[in-house]
């Protein structure tokens, strides 16, 4: 039934059947209010969900939708219950829809459209639509090229010349009345450039050559109201990110990622790129600064040190990345991600309007201009790309990840940071993030204390960043051999092999894909055999022996595999010097791990006609080429179904991920060391709204929008 729903009830309503109709209503209003000589009045109806008659929804239905009458009836047929927020009865309704129902705004918009229609033929009456001036033939149809209503749900506006809004809103209360809703009318304005011409306005009036409106919560009027109006909302969006630091980090960051973060794309998708990126570039520095926060505990502060400003900058890069480019897929609305927003909901909102609404489109180039997207120029002089990349935005952005993946990695190296190199790459692979979706936190896959571990590792803050340990220089809490001396040396505790925890994950990985090969089938179709010997027969004296891990025969799909598990610590160069135990790797472990046991059992196996796979799994739970392949073979082979693969895929990483946070915990519990840093409760302390910049200096000045608090001394490890 969704398609109809545009076919019936539009163009007069845009709140169902419509895809992102609330911004369509919002860039109608502003094409509209763009014109010298029309005005447009915006209604506000009390309570309306709750004051529509039944009886006129049921009306409705029956001309437009019959099929959904035993619906209706079933839901509304009898009063329904009022109930307060402790559960008790209050009171019964019998008008209007009830807030929760899934077809409420449905039902509403049905029984709405017979008063919209009602008031479409007086204003077409009053206006003369069938003036040759006053119409234009689309296809069959007769539209009035000087006058539209724009609705989402009781939000109602109506555009036509200056000199009608009086009548227009004559007509529009009368019909309310009729239908026993009510007009707040003091919050009812009529906007437009020459509202001053309007001789004892019914509404109040606003002129928008110096003032403005909101409609569908995007400002429109004058540069000086919109933009302080922008500003405004943007910094009523950032103050949700004083209240997280009261949540377990894992909520928090929640919160942070799908509710504060997502609250403007609304306004990134209306508004053009170069009139939001002052606004989005304070917010993503606010949101760059409660990250911080999250994963150190502690207010960045205002007077920032150097190394607190060096690891938010490389937060911010690194919390834009897809999740399987090491980032964290928080997007950025000052870059590419907004201006994608904006010109995919442009040309949507292009393609449904330009019959309807074709007059108004004469006014589209002057306030929705089409802005290309912004490439860095180094990308483009380095990647030799041609100029027309710009116009496939989704390529663009890929591109530029890659990019951006590539640079990250290269300012690591020539800083020196090898191990941070080595984590950034080897949190790239696909569902590396997992741990970080919303579906994992939900379900407390990580504690609150694990959490932060992991989100601080993934944002390549070392184990020590933020805490002091007295002396300048102290060894290894596990193997009391090693020296650590500088934040980059803490790495070693995930690195150290004395710790005893990689035969512990070792066989976690064995035993969870042997239950899940039991799982699959059937022990009569299999040969599951522990530590298989794999011998060469054929060598003629002292044949070599080698233990593997598993051997797994499905008779049925004539499948035979011998397969070998490792795991790898992923540690940077200055980790493995001096370290002789075969678990740390720098850089791309799994690929060389693979490779070691390739070649140390390549000899082996072909006596025994078998497969060999080497299952290599990082510390971070990036799962080696060979094993993807293995699995993947099993889910299309039908030996397993490829949910229980994706199931294991995820226990593994998840499983690897809490064995690094744990261990950081425990060496710092050794240690005893506390953080520099204590928390605190900073406010937001914005500064007042300026004047437009624009208008005051012909540029656009960038307004400290830092979180304030009292300063913090920066770590000292």
């Known amino acids: 039934m969704g398609p109809s729903f545009e076919a019936k009830l539009g163009p007069l309503q845009f709140a169902v059947g419509v895809p992102d109709g609330a911004a369509i209503c919002a860039r109608l209003a502003a094409l509209a209010i763009a014109s010298d000589d029309i005005s447009i009045v915006n209604f506000d109806l009390k309570n309306a969900f709750n004051c529509m008659r039944r009886k006129q929804i049921w009306d409705g239905l029956v001309n437009l939708y019959p099929q959904l009458l035993h619906v209706f009836k079933w839901s509304y047929g009898t009063q329904t219950e009022l109930r307060d927020s402790m559960g008790d009865l209050i009171w019964h309704s019998s008008t209007g829809v009830r807030q929760g129902d899934p077809l409420g705004m449905l039902f509403f918009c049905i029984g709405f459209h017979a008063i919209l229609a009602a008031i479409k033929i007086d204003i077409d009456d009053l206006i003369g639509i069938d003036q040759p001036q006053g119409i234009e033939i689309v296809g069959k149809k007769k539209v009035a090229k000087s006058h539209s209503q724009i609705a989402y749900a009781d939000d109602l ?321 596990v193997c009391t051999t090693y020296t650590i001396d500088s934040e980059e040396r803490s790495y070693h505790f995930l690195c150290c092999d004395r710790h005893g925890s990689f035969t512990a994950r070792h066989n976690f990985i064995r035993d969870k894909t042997i239950k899940l090969v039991e799982d699959c089938t059937d022990k009569n179709d299999r040969i599951l055999r522990p530590d298989p010997n794999v011998t060469d027969a054929q060598v003629a004296k002292n044949p070599p022996t080698r233990k593997a891990d598993l051997e797994f025969r499905y008779i049925p799909a004539e499948f035979h595999v011998i397969v070998d598990f490792v795991v790898s610590e992923v540690c940077g160069q200055v980790m493995t010097e001096g370290i002789t135990g075969s678990h740390t790797t720098a850089d791309f472990a799994n690929d060389k791990k693979e490779e070691e046991k390739n070649g140390r059992y390549s000899m082996f196996t072909p006596a025994f006609k078998k497969e060999f796979a080497p299952f290599a799994v990082e510390s971070t739970g990036r799962i080696g080429k060979a094993a993807h392949q293995l699995l993947d073979t099993l889910a299309k082979s039908q030996i397993c179904s490829p949910f229980l693969v994706n199931i294991l895929k995820r226990d593994i990483s998840l499983e690897m991920l809490k064995f690094r946070a744990n261990l950081v915990i425990s060496n710092r519990m050794k240690l005893q060391i506390a953080p520099v840093y204590r928390r605190s409760v900073p406010r937001l302390n914005l500064p007042p709204i300026a004047e437009h910049p624009l208008i005051v200096a012909n540029q656009v000045d960038v307004v400290d929008m830092t979180l304030a608090t009292e300063d913090i001394p920066s770590p000292d490890i």
């Open 157 to 477: 506006s109506i555009y036509a010349p200056t000199r009608f809004m009086n009548p227009i809103a004559e007509i529009v209360k009368r019909h309310i009345t009729a239908s026993h809703m009510t007009l707040q009318e003091k919050k009812c304005v009529i906007a437009g450039r020459q509202v001053s011409q309007i001789a004892n306005p019914v509404f109040a009036v606003v002129d928008t050559n110096t003032d403005g409106i909101i409609i569908m919560g995007n400002p429109i009027g004058s540069e000086t109201y919109c933009y302080n109006e922008r500003d405004r909302i943007a910094r009523t969006q950032m103050k949700s990110c004083e209240m997280l630091h009261e949540l377990p980090e894992h909520v928090a960051y929640a919160v942070l990622k799908y509710c504060i973060n997502a609250r403007p794309v609304y306004m990134v998708r209306i508004n053009p790129p170069s009139r939001m990126k002052d606004h989005m570039t304070h917010f993503d520095s606010v949101i760059n600064d409660s990250l911080y926060r999250l994963a150190v505990s502690a207010h960045p502060g205002t007077h920032r040190s150097r190394e607190i400003n060096e690891t938010i900058a490389l937060i911010s890069r690194i919390r834009t990345l897809p999740r399987d480019l090491s980032g964290l897929n928080i997007h950025s609305l000052a870059g590419l991600f907004g201006q994608k927003a904006y010109q995919e909901s442009l040309a949507f909102f292009v393609e449904k309007t330009a019959k309807t609404f074709r007059s108004l489109h004469v006014n589209l180039p002057f306030v929705y201009p089409s802005e290309t997207v912004r490439l860095p120029d180094t990308l483009l002089s380095n990647a030799g790309l041609p100029p027309d990349i710009r116009n496939d935005v989704s390529g663009c952005i890929k591109l530029a990840h890659e990019y951006e993946w590539s640079m990250v990695r290269a300012d690591l190296l020539d800083r020196g940071s090898r191990e941070k190199s080595a984590e950034f790459i080897s949190n790239r692979f696909e569902g590396s993030g997992g741990w970080s979706t919303v579906m994992r936190i939900v379900y407390h896959s990580l504690s609150a204390k694990q959490f932060r571990e992991t989100l601080r590792l993934r944002l390549l803050i070392s184990p020590l960043y933020g805490y002091t340990v007295g002396p300048p220089s102290f060894r290894c809490p």
